[in-house]
């Protein structure tokens, strides 16, 4: 398989997309992040398509573009891919951990619903943010406390999301890097350090939801559907 000018022409204008756009907490340009997550897909196995979706992931999630002007650059499949990568509730969450777990277990629930071709690209997308946010563990444990969300919910998260995308891409090594990535965070010691003594870094990660719960007094109920596109850009994102 080779490339053709319109992956070229997708690589420049995520380049225009996320120029000013940085790393969540860090000094690294964004598009980093794009680049890496368009280099898993190919690795995976994805096609044209798809490799440009990954470039494009969150230009209607983190750089105000739409189905319609994704879809007229680069056609209706491309532009499909990237609707279904996108988490429309990320910026209404920031900083509220019941708003936050709300809208990340929606996104979970939408995963059933979603072709293979899509998910793909979310495997690689999220891959990419697990091993980051563990390399960066190892080197800052304080870097936790600058995330959007904190220590326990992304590993809850990150776990839930290697979970789903197993039963879909059981082959997928986006999938397997995704898990090795969890395990890895599992065993950092400052997440070691939130356990009983004698427990299970798995079962307490799991247990995230129940303590939510207990903590807010209820069960965090669930949104309503929205319609519509979210169309934000900030200067920062966590992808």
Not at 30 to 45: N, Q
Not at 121 to 140: I, Q, S
Not at 143 to 172: M, N
């Amino acid at each position: 398989m080779t490339t053709s000018p319109r992956y070229a022409a997708a690589l420049g204008w995520a380049e225009q997309l996320h120029r000013d756009q940085l790393r969540e907490g860090k000094n690294v340009p964004y598009l980093s992040h794009v680049i890496a997550v368009s280099s898993l897909v190919w690795e995976d196995g994805g096609n044209e398509d798809q490799a440009i979706a990954g470039l494009l992931h969150d230009a209607i999630e983190d750089a105000g573009q739409s189905h319609a002007s994704i879809a007229h650059r680069f056609g209706a499949a491309v532009a499909d891919i990237v609707l279904d990568c996108t988490d429309p509730g990320k910026q209404e969450a920031d900083g509220n951990p019941d708003a936050w777990f709300r809208w990340k277990h929606r996104y979970l629930a939408s995963l059933a619903h979603k072709p293979d071709a899509s998910l793909l690209v979310t495997a690689a997308d999220k891959a990419h943010n697990a091993w980051d946010r563990l390399l960066d563990g190892h080197r800052d444990p304080t870097c936790w406390q600058r995330a959007r969300a904190g220590l326990e919910p992304s590993v809850w998260y990150f776990q839930r999301l290697e979970h789903e995308l197993k039963q879909r891409l059981p082959d997928s090594r986006s999938v397997e890097r995704l898990g090795r990535a969890v395990e890895g965070i599992l065993a950092l010691p400052e997440f070691l350090g939130l356990l009983l003594p004698g427990g299970d870094p798995m079962d307490w990660a799991l247990a995230y939801e129940q303590r939510l719960t207990t903590l807010v007094g209820t069960a965090p109920s669930h949104p309503q559907e929205h319609a519509g596109e979210a169309a934000m850009a900030p200067t920062a994102s966590s992808g």
